[in-house]
């Protein structure tokens, strides 16, 4: 009896051990670092991941969290694949803002979210954030991106709609635009270079377009499809209709019951290249092949892709000089 006593403690250390680095993958010699910048007369926050060994002149990635999400809990929710590509190349800083309120104010005039009820200047928040990183790593300015989840996708359109000018590229997931009814942004039109990947079968924000309406029973207002979002995207790129690429990924996971395919649009106007991942049967998450938690109710998980590598890979290919003539990001092998 006096064994199974100690043995049953010692199961659940080993087991809260093996959660927190599941989970958080605390390593001392990889340090998450914290920041923040003054706006709106408060301070808002953010925490970042420098590689170690990084090269002078480092791009910039910002990861923008979903709504009832921390920064911290992106990291989580990625499956901490951002951090783990930026110590394989060596030219990342990725950083991870703070949303009021785990929220962001967005082009969606029907949000109820508390950040959009204070209409705060999140725009202004990331651009503070870019100059933190001019002064204090001296990144290249010319090769910042933006990618966000849910609330956080729907942030990278403002941002692509509002500030094109301060990135190099954008990447959506689980977002469609608003309808014009519910759309308060400034429009630039101008042309951007932007991925956007959308499950089919999302219970929240609905694929083929209509109003978004969660748990809590409250409208969130309407979006337009994804073949909508695209359009829109195309048109100010300039890109040719048809894709000039159209890539089934491998059907890797049989038992996800979902599969991925990639349509890729390039513009020889001017030279943008607006992706489209549709997760056919997917649902409201990040596919990663190490983060699974994901709430049964947001749908299914597709296990063939790797999101976070496939986003990195498409902000790298955007960077010149090519490694190769002609090297978009279409032209890449899928893997």
């Not at 989580?76 to 950083?95: C, M, P, R, S, Y």
């Not at 950040?115 to 202004?124: F, M």
């Not at 309407?222 to 990924?249: G, N, R």
Request: glycine content about 6%; aromatic content about 12%; charged content about 20%.
């Amino acid at each position: 009896m006096k064994k199974k006593v100690i043995y049953i403690p010692l199961a659940i250390l080993i087991l809260v051990a093996g959660s927190a680095h599941y989970l958080f993958q605390w390593n001392p010699f990889k340090t998450l670092y914290s920041g923040s910048v003054r706006i709106n007369n408060m301070e808002r926050e953010f925490y970042y991941y420098v590689p170690p060994g990084v090269s002078a002149h480092p791009k910039l990635i910002f990861a923008l969290h979903g709504s009832k999400m921390t920064a911290m809990e992106m990291i989580i929710a990625t499956g901490h694949q951002f951090n783990k590509l930026a110590d394989e190349n060596k030219n990342v800083i990725i950083v991870y803002p703070q949303g009021y309120k785990r929220s962001w104010n967005t082009c969606k005039a029907d949000s109820t979210r508390e950040a959009k009820k204070l209409n705060l200047d999140d725009v202004g928040f990331i651009e503070r954030v870019i100059n933190f990183f001019s002064t204090h790593y001296n990144i290249d300015g010319n090769e910042v991106f933006a990618m966000g989840v849910s609330n956080g996708a729907q942030m990278c359109y403002k941002l692509a709609k509002e500030k094109p000018g301060l990135f190099k590229g954008f990447a959506a997931v689980n977002a469609n635009l608003p309808v014009k009814t519910n759309n308060d942004c400034f429009e630039t039109n101008q042309p951007v270079s932007i991925l956007v990947m959308n499950g089919t079968a999302d219970p929240i924000e609905p694929y083929n377009g209509g109003e978004i309406r969660l748990n809590d029973g409250v409208s969130h207002g309407s979006v337009v499809s994804t073949d909508q979002t695209m359009h829109y995207w195309e048109i100010l790129a300039k890109c040719d209709m048809a894709p000039v690429k159209e890539v089934d990924f491998p059907d890797i996971d049989k038992d996800d019951n979902s599969n991925a395919v990639l349509y890729a649009y390039k513009s020889a106007v001017t030279n943008k290249e607006v992706v489209l991942i549709k997760i056919i049967n997917g649902g409201h998450n990040i596919p990663n092949p190490t983060f699974f938690l994901w709430p049964k109710i947001l749908g299914n998980v597709n296990k063939d892709i790797n999101a976070p590598k496939i986003i990195f890979d498409y902000f790298m290919s955007l960077t010149p000089p090519r490694d190769q003539k002609n090297n978009s990001f279409w032209e890449l092998k899928v893997k």
